[in-house]
């Protein structure tokens, strides 16, 4: 069964400065990777996924996360922060395995952006 | 837009009562799903349906009823059973009840509190 699991429950960082939440799954397929956002009383917002291709994925806002097989990692990056990315981020993987379109979501990362 | 709309935004709920939380959805999407979210706990599955008039159990269904009649609605009732229900509860829908690449797109989320 797939699983995800986000390393650290919340990250300080000051304004300006580069940042990583950290995402690892377990599957042993194929899988499609996603990086959502949550801002206070707010539903999920899709930052970007990685479907196949190029590991690299861009997402909006900034942000861009890397998929690694051999890590069975999809951290999330973004060069310099601004207040405003302040929320919670959420990692969720699916597999080929899951025929019923589940998506599994880790714990979440609450990013809190310091001026 | 398209869209899906969770009503009310706030709800609050006498102890033995029963309420019901809506969702509705006009983006044709075949598959449903409710997820509650509390505190340092990430987003638990309460039930999900991939096709009308059917349904299935998540994790946490106990307490918990769903309906699927309409491809657009998939309204949750909180029952007297569950001893716990101050929430913030989540509807989710995606594009086909097979493996998709798309992801889920949330609604903005119910705040349930018992007084």
């Known amino acids: 069964a797939q699983s995800v699991t986000q390393l650290d429950s919340q990250v300080p960082v000051f304004e300006e400065a580069p940042v990583e939440l950290r995402c690892n799954y377990s599957?042993?397929?194929?899988?499609?990777l996603f990086w959502y956002v949550q801002y206070p009383n707010q539903g999920l917002q899709l930052l970007l996924k990685?479907?196949?291709?190029?590991?690299l994925v861009k997402g909006i806002n900034g942000f861009e996360a890397e998929f690694n097989k051999s890590q069975t990692s999809f951290h999330l990056r973004k060069p310099s922060v601004h207040i405003s990315d302040t929320a919670e981020y959420f990692c969720?993987?699916?597999?080929?395995?899951?025929?019923?379109?589940?998506?599994?979501f880790g714990g979440g990362t609450r990013l809190m952006v310091k001026p | 837009d398209g869209g899906i709309t969770q009503s009310p935004k706030y709800l609050f709920r006498k102890e033995g009562q029963n309420v019901t939380l809506s969702c509705e959805q006009n983006?044709?999407?075949?598959?449903m799903y409710w997820y509650r979210q509390d505190p340092g706990q990430g987003l638990r599955l309460i039930y999900y349906?991939?096709?009308?008039?059917?349904?299935q159990k998540g994790d946490i269904a106990e307490g918990y009823s769903v309906s699927r009649e309409k491809k657009e609605s998939f309204p949750l009732t909180v029952t007297s059973a569950q001893k716990n229900p101050t929430a913030f509860y989540l509807c989710?829908?995606?594009?086909?009840?097979?493996?998709?690449?798309?992801?889920?797109?949330f609604g903005s989320g119910t705040r349930l509190t018992v007084v």
């Open positions: 969720a993987v699916s597999d080929e395995n899951n025929a019923g379109n589940m998506l599994t």
């Open positions: 599957s042993s397929v194929s899988v499609y």
């Open positions: 983006l044709n999407h075949d598959a």
């Open positions: 989710a829908s995606s594009l086909t009840g097979a493996w998709d690449t798309y992801g889920y797109t």
């Open positions: 990685y479907l196949s291709g190029s590991t």
């Open positions: 349906s991939q096709i009308v008039n059917d349904f």
